[in-house]
């Protein structure tokens, strides 16, 4: 079991990862603040007197900008694989009243920041749909259906993951190499490390220098949180449980 490149998008725009906005009829790009509602709409959080406003103003007749969102992921730790860019393009509309209030709400969830409340005089929020997701990793471009991004759900694990693999890293690295030697049948000479956690399991990297090899341990499900993974990854770090 691996994540889905929906779900790869989903977890790459939630909202953790800078981004940049590229706007049409604009050279940009700009440097935005960005969320996600649970719907996957994206949400840009754009101060009243700046470039970024200027450009997101819609033509005369119009009521909204054709806007790409660009979001590039952010190895945890070092050695670790990319998850890629997402490319996230829809029609970018300001919200007011009732609207803008409630989006508040679904961007403070992801990324909590004081200067919403400062939403109406010093920064404004604009959303859009997605029309159009495209995934981009090691050269290739993958189209992502819009319903297949909408109906997936970003990792819960990835805005802790960095702090997940300094900890293994850190406070249990003689057991995990054991555990993984064991698991994967490795010799001694090998020292095997964890390199990246998502929900679905363990991307593991191992082999001598220049020629390191990778693969995957699954979990028996995907968890929902970081207690849940605690408990499965108990018997890595404690050589009594492991046996």
């Known amino acids: ?81 990319s998850l890629g860019r997402a490319w996230i393009s829809g029609w970018a509309e300001r919200l007011d009243g009732d609207q803008a209030r409630g989006a508040a709400l679904d961007f403070a969830a992801t990324h909590p920041t004081g200067d919403l409340l400062d939403l109406g005089t010093r920064f404004h929020l604009h959303r859009f749909e997605v029309a159009e997701a495209r995934w981009e990793r090691a050269g290739g471009v993958r189209r992502i259906d819009p319903d297949a991004y909408a109906g997936a759900e970003p990792d819960p694990l990835h805005p802790v993951e960095s702090d997940l693999l300094a900890d293994l890293t850190d406070h249990h690295a003689d057991q995990v190499t054991g555990y993984l030697r064991r698991r994967l049948a490795l010799p001694g000479a090998e020292s095997p490390r964890v390199v990246r956690i998502d929900r679905y399991g363990l991307l593991i990297a191992y082999g001598r220098p220049g020629a390191t090899r990778r693969t995957r341990l699954a979990f028996e499900r995907p968890v929902a949180d970081v207690a849940e993974l605690s408990r499965l990854l108990h018997p890595m770090v404690c050589p009594r449980a492991a046996a």
Not at 13 to 32: C, E, K, S
């Open 1 to 81: 079991m691996r994540p889905s490149p929906a779900e790869i998008v989903r977890t790459l725009i939630a909202g953790r990862l800078p981004a940049l906005v590229h706007l049409a009829r604009d050279p940009g790009p700009h440097q935005v603040r960005h969320a996600t509602d649970p719907d996957g709409r994206v949400l840009l959080l754009v101060p009243v007197f700046s470039d970024l406003a200027v450009a997101l103003a819609p033509p005369a007749g119009d009521s909204d900008v054709a806007t790409v969102l660009d979001v590039l992921d952010l190895p945890p730790a070092a050695g670790a694989p």
